[in-house]
T-cell receptor
Framework: GAVVSQHPSRVICKSGTSVKIECRSL??????MFWYRQFPKQSLMLMAT?????????EQGVEKDKFLINHASLTLSTLTVTSAHPEDSSFYIC?????????????FGSGTQLSVL | DAKTTQPTSMDCAEGRAANLPCNHS???????VYWYRQIHSQGPQYIIH???NNETNEMASLIITEDRKSSTLILPHATLRDTAVYYC????????????FGTGTRLQVFP
């Protein structure tokens, strides 16, 4: 099946710094990628939809200036958590749709555990 | 997207079949039923999906009732590695790709 690579898997940063998370589709082109956030013992919450070559679409309540998303190519989307604070500590997961396989299923990265001190 | 209702948790003995139910009483005619699972600290893994017919693949079987208001995911021979949170999601097959996750069922497979 299609593979989505997410990097880094774990990051620890100081409060006030910015952190970039990369999401790559390794063997397919993804015109659309999705970013989710998950707090401990909770379900995944969709943050935004990342479209190649255009601005991301954010879900209600998600600050677009806080969570910068760039989807510059068909295989790479990045999420930058700007001026991170402890409340931003969470598990961030990306997903992508394999265009070749049609609109049937999404593939997920392995996630990034962000810890802000 | 239609909402789904799943039991919070279930147990299953290793080697036995695990039957995970899902209610989606407000599902629309163009909405598919998807199942994903998430093993601790990993990204969700696709299991299976279907529209109205029963489906089977190498991982599981999906049984959808005739009125499509509920479905059951069957893991025929559960192993310890099947311990995970299982999410039942309904999603339209048009204009939007996003998956909206509910709370899921935490399946614990015990020896």
């Amino acid at each position: 099946g299609a593979v989505v690579s997410q990097h880094p898997s774990r990051v620890i940063c100081k409060s006030g710094t910015s952190v970039k998370i990369e999401c790559r589709s390794l063997d397919f082109q993804a015109t659309t990628m999705f970013w989710y956030r998950q707090f401990p013992k909770q379900s995944l919450m969709l943050m935004a939809t990342s479209n190649e070559g255009s601005k991301a679409t954010y879900e209600q309540g998600v600050e677009k200036d806080k969570f910068l998303i760039n989807h510059a190519s068909l295989t790479l989307s990045t999420l930058t958590v700007t001026s991170a604070h402890p409340e931003d500590s969470s598990f961030y997961i990306c997903s992508a749709r394999d265009v070749e396989q049609g609109n049937e299923k999404l593939f997920f990265g392995s996630g990034t555990q962000l810890s802000v001190l | 997207d239609a909402k789904t209702t799943q039991p919070t948790s279930m147990d299953c003995a290793e080697g036995r079949a695990a039957n995970l139910p899902c209610n989606h009483s407000t599902i629309s005619g163009n909405e598919y039923v998807y199942w994903y699972r998430q093993i601790h600290s990993q990204g969700p893994q696709y299991i299976i999906h279907g529209l109205k017919n029963n489906e089977t693949n190498e991982m599981a079987s999906l049984i959808i009732t005739e009125d499509r208001k509920s479905s059951t995911l069957i893991l025929p021979h559960a192993t310890l590695r099947d311990t995970a949170v299982y999410y039942c999601i309904v999603r339209a097959y048009y204009n939007t790709d996003k998956l909206i996750f509910g709370t899921g069922t935490r399946l614990q497979v015990f020896p």
